[in-house]
C-alpha cells in the first residue's frame, strides 16, 4: 500500500501540472506518515501527539502554498514537506530494523524508504529555489516539482545526465550529501536485506521407522543411518557385503 502509494505521487507529479499537485502531493505524504505511523511500534500516546503535529503543520503548509504570501513562505511549506518525509523515513527504517527475519515485507519497506528520500531531497530543492527567487539550476533551467524530482532520483542513484546542474553552492552541497545517502542506503541497507532474505523453508521430515539408530535397517537390509538422500544412494548401489561371524568360543565337551 505504501509502495503503491509513493509511485502514484511521483507518476503524478511527473505527468500532471498545475498549481494543486503541490497540494495534492502534500496530502498523498501525509497518508503515508500516517501509515508509517500506523505501523510503528511507538506508544499510541506518541503516535496521537505525532499524528495530531503532523496534521496541524500540515494544514499550516498548505494554507501558505495555495495563498503564497512570500516566497519564503513557500519555502518554509516545501521545508515543512521534506521533515514530514525525513520523519516517515525514519520510522520505516526503523521497523525494518526491529524485524527478527528478513522477509518481503521488509524489502518492500526498504524501496518505498529509498523513494521517499529521493521526494524528499526534491522537496528540499524546491525551498531553496524559492529562497533563491526561484532560480535553482543553471543555464536558466526551470525549475519546478517535476525538474526538482528528476534531478533528485538522477543524482539518488549518482546517473548523472548533466542536463540539469544546481547552481548555487547550496544545492551542490546538498545534491552531494544526496548522492551519498544514496549509495549509503542502497549499499547497506537494501543489498543486506536482498542478501539475508530466504524464502519458505520446507519442512523437516521425521526420520522413517527402523531407519534411524543405531543398527537399525530399511528396505532390503540396507543400514539405516544418514539422511534419506542417503540411503536412496546406499539403496541404489546395492547390499552391503555380508560381516564375517566373529569367532566363539566353543561350549565345554565340544571340540573346537
Keep these: 500500500m505504501l509502495l503503491l502509494l509513493l509511485i502514484a505521487t511521483y507518476l503524478m507529479s511527473a505527468f500532471v501540472t498545475g498549481p494543486w499537485i503541490p497540494i495534492a502531493q502534500l496530502v498523498l505524504f501525509i497518508g503515508t506518515g500516517l501509515l508509517a505511523l500506523r505501523s ?46 525525513l520523519v516517515t ?51 536558466g533551467q526551470p525549475g519546478n516539482s517535476e525538474t526538482f524530482q528528476y534531478f533528485s532520483f538522477t543524482t539518488l542513484t549518482t546517473l548523472g545526465y548533466g542536463d540539469f546542474t544546481a547552481a548555487g553552492n547550496d544545492g551542490r552541497a546538498l545534491a552531494v550529501m544526496e548522492a551519498l545517502t544514496g549509495q549509503i542506503f542502497l549499499a547497506t541497507l537494501v543489498a543486506r536485506l536482498v542478501a539475508a532474505f530466504r524464502g519458505p523453508r520446507a519442512p523437516v521430515s521425521e526420520p522413517e521407522p527402523g531407519l534411524a539408530g ?12 544418514g539422511s534419506r538422500p542417503q540411503r536412496a544412494a546406499q539403496r541404489r548401489a546395492g547390499p552391503r557385503p555380508a560381516r564375517r561371524p566373529r569367532w566363539r568360543r566353543p561350549p565345554p565337551g565340544r571340540p573346537s
Design 89 to 139: 523515513v525514519t520510522l520505516i527504517v526503523r521497523r525494518i530494523l526491529s524485524f527478527a527475519t528478513v522477509t518481503g515485507q521488509s524489502i518492500l519497506g526498504a524501496i518505498s524508504a529509498y523513494l521517499i528520500v529521493g521526494l524528499m531531497f526534491a522537496a528540499f530543492y524546491a525551498a531553496i529555489a524559492q529562497l533563491h527567487g526561484g532560480h535553482f539550476f543553471a543555464d
Design 214 to 225: 543405531d543398527g537399525g535397517t530399511g528396505d532390503g537390509g540396507t543400514a539405516g543411518t
Design 40 to 85: 510503528s511500534r511507538l506508544p499510541r500516546r506518541n503516535v496521537r501527539l505525532l499524528a495530531g503535529a503532523v496534521m496541524a503543520g500540515s494544514a499550516v503548509a498548505a494554507g501558505l502554498g495555495i495563498t503564497k504570501p512570500s516566497a519564503g513562505a513557500v519555502a518554509a511549506a516545501s521545508l515543512w514537506t521534506g521533515a514530514l518525509l
